[in-house]
C-alpha cells in the first residue's frame, strides 16, 4: 500500500512539475524576449548562463540561468554571488529581486535534472564543505533539486557555508514532509515573493 502511495505521488508531482513549467514558459514568452534583448543590449558575454550542480544521487548536471554578473566574472574559485556582489550587473540586480535569472531553470526541470519544488542544488565544491560540518546535507540528494524551496521561502538566501547549513534543516522537513499540497504551498510562497521583489 505504501508503494502504491509513493508511486501515484511521484506520477503526481511529474505532472505538477510539466504542467506548471509548460503553463510559465508560455506566460513568460514576453517576460523572456524583454530580458534576452536587455541582457544583449546592456553587455557583453552570453544570455544564458551556465553552471555545474549536483542533483538527484549526487549526480552533476549543467543549470541553467539567466546571466547577471558582468562576463568574464565567475571564473576562478566558484564564489557566492551574494547581495552585495558588484560583479552583478544593474539588469541583474532586478533580475534577481524578482527571480527572473531562474525562468532558465525550467529547462532543467524539461530536461528532468530538477523538479519545480526541491532543494536548491549546490555547487560540488561547497557540498564537500558541508557534509564534513553536517553529514545529514547528503539526505537531500534523494530527491530532485527545485527551482524553489522551503528553505528558500523560510529562511532566504544563504551566502556562505553556515547559512546553507541552517537553511538545510527547512528542506530536510520538506524531505520528510513532502506532498502535493505541501508543494503548492511553497509554491504560493514564492509567487507572493517574486510579486514584492525580496529575492536576493
Not at 503553463?23 to 551556465?50: A, D, E, M, Q, R
Not at 550542480?53 to 562576463?71: A, E, N, Q, S
Not at 565567475?74 to 531562474?102: Q, V, W
Amino acid at each position: 500500500m505504501n508503494s502504491i502511495v509513493k508511486i501515484s505521488g511521484h506520477i503526481l508531482k511529474m505532472i505538477f512539475d510539466y504542467l506548471v513549467t509548460f503553463l510559465c514558459l508560455i506566460f513568460l514568452i514576453p517576460v523572456i524576449v524583454i530580458l534576452t534583448i536587455s541582457i544583449k543590449l546592456t553587455g557583453n558575454g552570453p544570455v544564458i548562463y551556465s553552471q555545474k550542480r549536483v542533483g538527484r544521487d549526487g549526480k552533476p548536471f549543467v543549470i541553467y540561468k539567466f546571466r547577471t554578473l558582468h562576463f568574464n566574472n565567475e571564473e576562478g574559485i566558484p564564489l557566492i554571488s551574494g547581495r552585495e556582489d558588484k560583479r552583478i550587473t544593474a539588469l541583474g540586480r532586478f533580475m534577481r529581486k524578482h527571480k527572473f535569472d531562474e525562468i532558465p531553470n525550467f529547462l532543467n526541470v524539461l530536461k528532468g535534472d530538477m523538479s519545480i519544488i526541491g532543494p536548491r542544488p549546490e555547487q560540488q565544491f561547497y557540498i564537500n564543505q558541508i557534509v564534513k560540518i553536517e553529514p545529514r546535507y547528503k539526505q537531500l540528494q534523494l530527491i530532485k533539486p527545485g527551482i524553489t524551496s522551503w528553505g528558500q521561502v523560510k529562511y532566504g538566501y544563504a551566502s556562505n557555508v553556515d547559512e546553507m547549513i541552517k537553511r538545510m534543516e527547512y528542506d530536510l522537513y520538506y524531505l520528510e514532509n513532502r506532498s502535493l499540497l505541501f508543494d503548492l504551498k511553497i509554491a504560493i510562497y514564492t509567487i507572493v515573493i517574486i510579486c514584492k521583489g525580496q529575492g536576493i
